[in-house]
Every structure is written in C-alpha cells, then in structure tokens.
C-alpha cells in the first residue's frame, strides 16, 4: 500500500513536471516571436530617413518619439527577453532532470516491486 501511494505521488510529480516543460516551451517560443518582431521593426527603422515622424504605441494612445529613442528601446527589449530566454533554457532544463529523475524513481520501485513477488 505504501508503494502504491509513493508511485502515486512520483507519477503526480512527473504529469506536472511535464505541463511546466510545455508552459516554458510555450513562453520560449513567445519570447523568440516578440524578439523577431522587434528586431524586424528596428531593421525597417534604421531604413527610414530621420526626419520622419515616429509614433509609439503606449497602452492606448500613440506618442511621438524620435527614430533613435524608438530604435533603443527595441534594442532593449531584444536584450531583456534574450535574458528571459536563457532563464527559460536552465529552468527547462532543470525540469528534464527533475521528470528523468522521476522516471527512474518509478522504475526503481517497479523493479522493487517485481523482485519482491
């Protein structure tokens, strides 16, 4: 009874382990389309002339900007989900470990199980 309640809680452990693997995959695959996006409108930026008057969208409202504090504040944020991204990479690769470790805990007990019988 008590192995059955330990392998119950392993394969409880290893279903939410999983869910948090897809939910960083999810939010890393966000981040790289928020990064690209940006990278895209400061590449088209850098093409226009700098008299042109640029707009920033903020909240609901759009406030004019020059080219160059426009240009920073992408470059900025391309620099800030770089940072999330790596994060993103050790905590998903730490959440592998902790499902293979898991996985080896439930076959551990498998195979006490079956050399008990």
Known sequence: MELKKAFQEH????????????LAEIQRDSLKRQ??????????LTAL??????????????????KSSIIESLQE????????LKLLEANKSYLERSVKESEDNIREML???QAGK
């Not at 990064?35 to 088209?44: F, N, P, V």
């Open 11 to 22: 394969q409880i452990k290893m279903i939410e382990t999983t869910q948090k693997i897809k």
């Open 35 to 44: 990064q690209q996006h940006a990278k895209l409108t400061a590449s088209e």
């Open 49 to 66: 002339p700098t008299d042109v008057k640029l707009y920033e969208g903020v909240g609901r409202m759009f406030l004019l900007q020059s």
């Open 77 to 84: 944020k391309v620099l800030k989900s770089d940072e999330k």
């Open 111 to 113: 195979q006490q199980k």
